[in-house]
């Protein structure tokens, strides 16, 4: 239990490592002043000795490893940099945006996860039905669309056309709310992104359960519950999916990545505020301190998520909470 | 010899039949990817206009002459799609050629040799896998510079770790077999068997892998050009909504013609290399039939 946690421990600190060093060498990296990438554009109309004072103010007149461990030390201490673009402290404008990433992801996570477990459940049980045929073609469809295509496509018929949810935003501006009025209105204008992160995390999720569950049911100890006569629910769900889910928790930790990455584009197709959107608004800006710090910080949530479920992961499998 | 064999193990072990065909899931998959292929090689004489030129009205709605309408531009819209059809595939193909390349380098050497090798190796894959992929390639894609090469490399350098993964297991199958072990005793170097005895045998899976990378590479492509990420000359599927969605085209009645058939497209392209990948996969890696 304690190897196990110690090993992803490595893992994880070299996933940081990795993305930490490449976020400070990519602008030291390119040809040209650094400046360029870290100041902005406008870099090129100051004077020499302007541009003399910018570099020591950025510390970049340092040699290369003074500038390494400063920088690792801001981090630390949460200065992420200094927008240029939006003329903030970048740490002020993830602290805004992250709640939004974060609800959308959560919920999205949540739901794709019930639904694929439930569904891929009930299918392996009823393998090479039309029910099981047809699942497998709906699963291969969406796990083949593009999210942000699907986003486009729902905002066309359902907001566009029908008006049954709002175009872009996680509120309605302007407009101060309190209470369950402010609930319901984040709820509605979560309802199509969250639909939309869904409907592509589904998949995954589903072909894995659906597998895992066929692997189960070949066992022993299922065709003897079966042979005792069991209630086929009991043996459905206390039986079979109980051991079918180990592997999934697995996936959905792996899946973690895919659905940070699903959740930029699509908080880009619905204007939500998050830091998928930010990341976007950057990238358009050629604001390169934002671009590397919204990658940070959603590398650093995607091993809190891990960190998070290493830890719950032996309150589901006793192998590994007794193993020594 | 094979009926001394036989006759001296007295029971008979029931091998499973190989499978040859590509089945009913493979079969379309291939007759997806000849039809793409075939449109994007044949495109000047398929598409109706070129695609560069505004050979209409702007934000036309379809008609006889503009099947399916026409862009902000004047640009006819199937025409685009056709011509994109090279640019995404290429796209596709050119990336999985990159990724299966470093993945089928870095699983066989670290399959083969094992050791600090492999753990060194197998880290690398594990860090590849846990990074959010879309933004790591949006910040390198923001510093190089929207490319048709620059875009394949940045795709193809991250997509690797899969194959790598799945290569590796297979040589670690191998390396158990006989025949390697004879070539090594006889005391052939490490790159004579990995070169005439290991790679051979991992070669098929490596084809099965590179479909599903080049789907994979698609579905990233498309993503990537929708963000504004993508080569401003070579326009992509992927492109095209980036477009559609600078231009508002999902607010309009134009998305009918705008929007779905690109995303249609690139759903047909990531499939029909999905299905042929996994049928191929089914034909050749020995430990997957039977299972599905």
Redesign the interface.
């Known amino acids: 239990m304690v190897r196990f946690l110690a090993g992803k421990g490595v ?2 600190a ?2 940081l490592l ?2 930490v060093t ?2 400070f060498m ?2 030291r990296m ?1 040809p040209g002043s650094p400046l360029v ?1 870290l100041a902005g554009e406008d870099v090129g109309f100051l004077s020499e000795a302007q541009r003399t004072e910018l570099l020591r103010s950025l510390g970049l007149d340092q040699p290369l490893w003074r500038q390494y461990v400063q920088y690792l030390g801001n981090l630390a201490t949460g200065n992420l940099g200094y927008s240029f673009q939006k003329g903030r402290p970048i740490s002020e404008i993830i602290v805004e945006r992250l709640p939004w990433t974060l609800l959308l992801v959560g919920l999205a996570l949540l739901a794709a996860t019930l639904i694929g477990v439930v569904w891929g459940t009930l299918v392996a049980w009823r393998r090479g039905s039309a029910f099981d045929l047809g699942s497998l073609g709906i699963s ?2 969406f ?8 986003g ?2 729902f ?2 018929v359902f907001a ?1 056309r029908l008006r049954w949810f709002p ?1 872009f935003g996680a509120q309605t501006p302007g407009v101060s709310l309190a209470g369950w009025a402010m609930v319901a209105n984040t709820a509605w204008h979560l309802a199509l992104p969250l639909a939309t992160l869904t409907l592509i995390t589904i998949p995954g999720n589903f072909l894995i359960m659906r ?1 895992s569950m066929l692997t189960v049911l070949g066992e022993q100890y299922i065709a003897t519950a079966k042979a005792k006569g069991l209630a086929e629910r009991t043996v459905i769900y206390r039986h079979a999916m109980r051991n079918a889910l180990l592997p999934m928790a697995t996936v959905v930790m ?1 899946n ?3 659905i ?3 959740a ?2 699509i908080e ?2 619905f204007s939500y505020p998050g830091v ?1 959107r930010l ?2 608004e950057a ?2 800006n ?1 604001d ?1 301190p934002v ?2 710090a ?2 940070f910080i ?2 650093v949530s ?2 809190a998520a ?1 960190v998070l479920a290493d830890l719950l992961y032996p309150l589901i499998d006793p192998r590994v909470r007794h193993a020594r | 010899m094979s009926t001394v064999t036989a006759t001296a193990e007295s029971a008979p072990v029931r091998v499973r039949p190989r499978r040859r065909r590509l089945g009913v899931v493979g079969v379309v998959g291939l007759a997806l990817l000849i039809l793409l292929v075939g449109s994007a090689i044949f495109a000047p004489w398929i598409a109706p206009y070129n695609p560069e030129e505004s050979s209409g009205n702007p934000f036309a709605a379809p008609s006889r002459l503009h099947p399916l309408g026409t862009n902000d531009i004047g640009q006819d819209i199937l025409s685009e799609l056709i011509y994109g059809t090279r640019i995404s595939l290429a796209i596709g193909f050119l990336a999985a050629i990159v990724a299966i390349s470093i993945g089928t380098l870095i699983g066989t050497v670290a399959g083969y040799f094992g050791g600090w090798v492999d753990a060194v190796l197998m880290r690398a894959v594990d860090v590849v896998l846990v990074i959010p992929f879309l933004p790591l390639m949006i910040l390198i894609a923001a510093y190089v510079g929207p490319s048709f090469w620059n875009i394949i490399l940045v795709i193809g350098l991250l997509v690797w770790a899969r194959p790598a993964r799945v290569l590796r297991s297979q040589v670690l199958s191998l390396k158990s077999l006989d025949y390697i072990d004879a070539a090594r005793a006889l005391g052939a170097p490490a790159s004579r068997i990995l070169r005439l005895h290991v790679l051979p045998g991992v070669l098929s899976l490596s084809l099965a892998q590179f479909i599903l990378a080049a789907s994979n590479a698609i579905l990233i492509e498309a993503s990537l050009s929708f963000l504004g990420l993508g080569d401003p000359t070579a326009k992509s599927w992927g492109s095209i909504l980036y477009y559609a969605q600078v231009r508002s085209a999902f607010l309009t009645g134009a998305w009918l013609w705008w929007v779905l058939p690109p995303g249609l497209l690139i759903t047909l392209a990531v499939l029909g290399f999905a299905f042929t990948g996994f049928a191929l996969e089914e034909v050749l890696n020995p430990r997957l039939r039977g299972m599905s």
Request: charged share 5%.
């Open positions: 893992q994880y070299l996933v990795f993305a490449l976020n990519l602008p390119m990438f291969m469809f796990e083949s669309t593009p999210s942000f295509w699907l486009m496509i905002i066309a566009a175009i597998y792996l973690l990545g895919f940070a990455s699903g930029t584009v880009t197709v998928g990341l976007y990238v358009l050629r390169y671009i590397q919204t990658f959603l590398t995607v091993i891990n």
